[in-house]
Structures are given as C-alpha cells and as structure tokens.
C-alpha cells in the first residue's frame, strides 16, 4: 500500500482532503489520468474532477479507486466525510460495498434487475435515471456503476454465479439499442469461466424469494454474509441463522432454474427476439 504522508492543516477539509488522497495516490503508482482511466475504463476527464475537487463522484467510484490502490475503505471513508450529510450513504451499503471487494465468491439472485456487475452502460444509465438521477450527477454514477464490472475480470476475479429470473430478461430497456447490448454482454460474460449464469423461468412459480434479490458473500474468515434488497430498503445480514435460510431458498430455487447451457440458449432466443434498433 502506498506510503501515508502527514496531514497538514491544508488537508483538514474534508472535501479537500478527498481531492488531495486521490491525486497523490495516483502520481504515487507514476500513472497519468489517461493511462488510469485506461486501466478503471472511466473518462479520464471524470477522473480529473475527483482530483481538483469539482466532483465527489459516487461511492462506486471511491470503492473501485480503494481496490485499485490496494487501500480498503480508506477513499471510502474519506468520501463518507465530503459528503458530509450521513443520509446520503447509509453505513449498511457501505459495509456492503467494502465486503463484496474483498469477498472470495459471489453468488446472487435477480428479481426485477440485473445486478449492477453485469450491467452494459446503457442499461445502467437507463436504471439509474429511472430512479430520478439526472445531469452531471448521472453521468458519474453510471461510470461508477460500469466501474464496478471490474471486480469480475482478471485472473483474481472471484467465482460469480447469478440466478436471472425470467422477468429480468423480459423487462426490456427502453432504448432498443441499448437492450441489444445489454443481451449481448450477458452471452458474453456467461461464457467467462469464472461467472456462472443461470435463468429461473416464470413457470417455476412462487419461491422462497420471490420479491427479494439477494447477494451472498463468502469472506476470507469462512463466513458468509447476504445483502437483500427490495423496492423499498437494502439489508445487510450477517447472523448465521437469518443467513443460512436465506441460503436454503436460493438453493431450493437453484433446483428450479435452467442449466447454464440452457439458459445461454434462453439468453440467445432473447437476442434474436429482440426489437431492432430503428436508427440501424
């Protein structure tokens, strides 16, 4: 981990601060602002704003920034007090956030959308503006959410399995062309031998999880750990009882789900059905 340096009175704001940890981090590896923004696949230019203070970006950002430098959670934290209001980023996401980097295997449930580490940009930007976000603001959120697919390439990319049910695949963006996108990054990761896809059709009826996603993390002391969500509130559980019946339900609806090559064949028929793009 790069060399903590003395906080000078300079640096007592916390914004500021933010600013300051980023920039000398990255001056610190010898790496330019294109030459990161290379590695993270951002714009460089968005990155450039982190470093004279013009933007915060999302927690997403700091997050994948913290895994790059190898410094968990310290960019994190840092973000947490520029924000400075505590509503803004509740402690049980960012404790989720942290966890999932460092977790040893993933594996998830999807009931209405895809989980933000196989999301393509345009389904991304689609989700995220649906949820009321706009202008600048969803701009860097959706690098942030894009961000994030990181975790699942390269050779110490842990295990992903995700179960998809059927109403995700049949809720289509908007943008006909960014739903064909998103239906070809799906056939593309699924065949990545580190993640592992599979489709619950709707004919498998009512579930244990049924209104619930769920991302369960297996960490590096044996544990693990869940975090729901609904339409309305996320949860981070970690008491063993509430996350082994969890578990029980993802595996009974497992039991249910296609195959992994049925349910690349399910995800082909989805692209050949899908509509075309009328500016093509």
């Not at 230019?45 to 700091?62: C, D």
């Not at 049980?92 to 895809?114: D, G, K, N, P, T």
Request: charged share 25%; net charge negative; aromatic share 6%.
């Amino acid at each position: 981990m790069p060399q903590r340096r003395t906080v000078t009175s300079r640096s007592q704001e916390p914004r500021r601060r933010f600013a300051e940890e980023v920039r000398e981090l990255r001056e610190r590896s010898g790496a330019s602002l294109r030459q990161l923004a290379e590695q993270l696949g951002w714009d460089w230019s968005t990155l450039g704003k982190l470093e004279t203070g013009h933007t915060l970006g999302s927690p997403e950002v700091a997050q994948a920034l913290d895994r790059h430098y190898a410094t968990p959670g310290l960019l994190l934290a840092l973000w947490e007090l520029a924000v400075g209001d505590p509503t803004q980023f509740k402690e049980q996401y960012r404790r989720y956030m942290l966890l999932e980097a460092e977790a040893l295997s993933l594996w998830h449930f999807a009931v209405s959308i895809l989980p933000g580490l196989l999301q393509a940009d345009g389904y991304a930007r689609e989700v995220l503006a649906a949820g009321g976000t706009k202008g600048e603001e969803l701009a860097q959120q959706v690098e942030a959410q894009v961000g994030r697919r990181a975790l699942l390439v390269g050779e110490d990319a842990p295990p992903f399995r995700t179960i998809l049910s059927e109403a995700v695949l049949r809720t289509p963006l908007r943008d006909a062309k960014a739903w064909g996108e998103q239906l070809e990054h799906l056939a593309e990761v699924a065949e990545r031998p580190n993640i592992t896809l599979q489709v619950l059709p709707l004919a498998a009826g009512l579930h244990g999880l049924v209104g619930t996603a769920v991302m369960f993390m297996r960490l590096l002391n044996g544990q693990t750990v869940a975090y729901t969500e609904t339409a309305y509130r996320g949860e981070l559980v970690e008491e063993n009882r509430e996350v082994e019946r969890l578990q029980r339900a993802y595996d009974s609806m497992r039991d249910m789900a296609l195959s992994p090559a049925e349910s690349r064949k399910f995800i082909g028929q989805m692209l050949e059905e899908a509509p075309c793009d009328p500016s093509t």
